[in-house]
């Protein structure tokens, strides 16, 4: 049950795009289409933001979308603003029935 | 609207005992997994717990099994965390998560838990 690899930090500047990865195995990430993401602010409890990979639930704005290659799934958010800056975790169903998460990545908008 | 409301944190001695609960509203608790989530300060996400809709399966991360013990209650719309044998590194915010193998939908505010003599 080893941490999904996601980078530390990542930044950009408001109106840019930025993409946070996310490093499994083909015990989790690369055999199941069920990878989701999360956005924690300070002192918030975290939120989903994406779902099986690509799906956004209802409220959570288009600026963010999900993808897949392989064992690495990805976090997109585009027109970055302010308000996007939060720590962002993402997790996987594994082949032993669990979820695991990956380390979080803090984002840092300019 | 999905409301989670934790409680049962608390201070405690290692080696000692503590009983979380999560009382769930705003969707049909009887059919859905159910799921906990720790944090220890500072820290990242960690899994730690999830119970299906009618209790007859559970899963846990490897490092709390035979220590914890995830149950629910259909009729009371809660879902339990009994957990043993406390050591100071569960010390963490313990959030309940509506959800399981597919995401977890909505999350509880979290109840804190510190373990130190």
């Known amino acids: 049950q080893s941490a999904l690899t996601q980078p530390a930090s990542v930044s950009g500047s408001p109106g840019q795009s930025i993409t946070i990865s996310c490093t499994g195995t083909?015990?989790?990430?690369?055999?199941?289409?069920?990878v989701s993401w999360y956005q924690q602010l300070p002192g918030k409890a975290p939120k989903l933001m994406i779902y099986?990979?690509?799906k956004r639930p209802s409220g959570v704005s288009n600026r963010f979308s999900g993808s897949k290659s392989g064992n690495t799934a990805s976090l997109t958010i585009s027109g970055l603003q302010a308000e996007d800056e939060a720590d962002y975790y993402c997790?996987?169903?594994?082949?032993?029935?669990?979820?695991?998460f990956g380390g979080g990545t803090k984002l840092t908008v300019l | 609207e999905v409301q989670l409301v934790e409680s049962g944190g608390g201070l405690v001695q290692p080696g000692g005992s503590l009983r979380l609960s999560c009382v769930a509203s705003?969707?049909?608790?009887?059919?859905?997994?159910m799921s906990w989530v720790r944090q220890a300060p500072g820290k990242g996400l960690e899994w730690v717990a999830s119970?299906?809709?009618?209790?007859?399966?559970?899963y846990y991360v490897d490092s709390v099994k035979a220590r914890f013990t995830i149950s629910r209650d259909n009729a009371k719309n809660s879902v339990f965390l009994q957990i043993n044998s406390l050591r100071a590194e569960d010390t963490a915010i313990y959030y309940c998560?509506?959800?399981?193998?597919?995401?977890?939908?909505?999350w509880g505010q979290g109840t804190l838990v510190t373990v130190s003599s």
């Open positions: 083909s015990s989790d990430v690369g055999s199941y289409n069920l």
């Open positions: 119970i299906k809709p009618d209790g007859s399966e559970k």
């Open positions: 998560a509506w959800g399981g193998s597919q995401q977890l939908t909505s």
């Open positions: 705003g969707f049909t608790f009887s059919g859905n997994w």
């Open positions: 099986q990979v690509t």
């Open positions: 997790c996987s169903y594994t082949s032993s029935s669990t979820l695991v």
